[in-house]
């Protein structure tokens, strides 16, 4: 039996409250292993000081002059 009010009408028809629905926002996906990777490789890319390394087995360009 549906709940009446004191007119004898149905209450819950006549029931001025009005619900809405409003959608959830959804949780972010997990970054990729792929992605993670990338940030952490230009991340450490970013810190890292600028090193000039000097090979033993790497000759230096000759001048035109030859020396």
Do not use: C, H, W, Y
């Amino acid at each position: 039996m549906a709940a009446e009010d004191d007119l004898g009408g149905n209450f819950i028809l006549r029931s001025p409250v009005v619900t809405t629905f409003q959608a959830q926002p959804t949780a972010p996906k997990p970054a990729s292993i792929q992605e993670v990777t990338s940030r952490t490789l230009a991340r450490q890319i970013r810190e890292a000081p600028p090193v000039l390394a000097l090979r033993a087995d790497v000759k230096k360009p000759e001048t035109i002059s030859g020396f």
